[in-house]
């Protein structure tokens, strides 16, 4: 009876979650696959503790009752004078012991549910590049990993700071929750840190009154878009490469008003801001096709993830694979 009702419970348990899993994929919810990942953890604990501590030793209770069971009948039947028994106790033994298939779902998962759980909220999460607004330091589709500790280690779901390490740097590429709707991750390089005044005039940028060093390069040609844009190398922390789009204005349409937004001012040259304590302004390196800082404002520090750092695959190029700057 109690298998019965543990079998039944576990199947609503998965249920849900494959639910939650589709009503994501679909868009219907806001997926957080952090916070699916922490209740998958604390399930399969649940059940991987309830297996040790309680349902392993009644199997083993009802193995040793059976062999006990069959024991004494042999020793009966020594009596009697036969000896040549049937002996299925070994198959019945192993029938017993083995794991339910709602233990084998949940428990038996537990420890691979745990280590996928601790590996992704404090050392490396792994992130897709849906768009092109990073190009040409990252590409659509490539499959990329974020170092969660390189500036801070935080709780996860949560993202509460815990253990400060680093702050982010200029030239960083940073992943992040997006301002306007935290349950988004975006990726964008660190163009401001706090106390920065950054300015983006005529598609040339300044920190703090100095322009950022820009060296043009041969043009670059986008193979998806079938056009050319034009390429510099750009120095700011460190060195990076970026496309400027000549067709393309270079003042901002559409900014949002976005808390701190006086810090800013708009002009038909770009925009100037300042930025706040405990924020970032954050730019795509293509950056007339990067929906940035320029137009939702700045990033919190609370809001930060981790920093990008490596190419693991990209299945329709594999020579993407390595470090990038």
């Not at 922490?38 to 083993?60: H, M, S």
């Not at 706090?194 to 043009?219: F, H, I, M, R, S």
Request: proline letters at 7%.
């Amino acid at each position: 009876m109690m298998a019965g009702a543990m079998g039944s419970l576990t199947s609503l348990v998965l249920a849900a979650f494959l639910g939650y899993g589709v009503a994501w994929y679909l868009g219907a919810v806001d997926g957080n696959f952090s916070l699916l990942l922490f209740l998958a953890a604390v399930v399969t604990g649940i059940y991987w503790v309830a297996e040790k501590l309680y349902f392993l030793p009644q199997r083993r209770r009802s193995a040793e009752s059976i062999e006990a069971s069959v024991a004494a009948r042999r020793a009966e039947l020594a009596r009697q004078g036969i000896t040549q028994v049937d002996d299925h106790s070994a198959d019945a033994r192993a029938r017993l012991l083995m794991q339910p298939w709602w233990l084998d779902w949940t428990a038996g998962l537990f420890p691979v549910v745990l280590a996928v759980f601790l590996l992704r909220s404090f050392l490396f999460e792994p992130f897709k590049i849906p768009s092109g607004s990073m190009i040409p330091t990252l590409m659509i589709n490539d499959l990329i990993l974020v170092n969660k500790f390189s500036y801070g280690v935080r709780l996860p779901v949560i993202n509460q700071k815990v253990f400060d390490v680093g702050s982010p740097q200029r030239g960083d590429v940073m992943v992040f929750r997006y301002p306007p709707k935290p349950s988004l991750d975006y990726i964008k390089r660190v163009v401001g840190v706090p106390g920065d005044e950054v300015a983006y005039l005529d598609k040339k940028l300044t920190v703090n009154g100095k322009p950022v060093p820009k060296v043009p390069l041969p043009d670059y040609f986008d193979a998806d878009t079938m056009r050319y844009s034009r390429q510099f190398q750009e120095t700011s922390g460190k060195t990076y490469l970026l496309l400027n789009d000549d067709d393309r204005p270079p003042f901002v349409a559409g900014a949002e008003n976005f808390p701190y937004r006086e810090n800013c001012n708009y002009s038909s040259q770009g925009v100037a801001c300042k930025v706040p304590e405990g924020h970032y302004f954050m730019m795509g390196d293509n950056r007339d096709n990067s929906l940035d800082s320029r137009y939702w404002g700045f990033v919190p520090e609370k809001n930060i993830v981790g920093k990008a750092f490596y190419v693991w695959m990209n299945f329709g190029n594999l020579k993407r694979i390595g470090p990038f700057n």
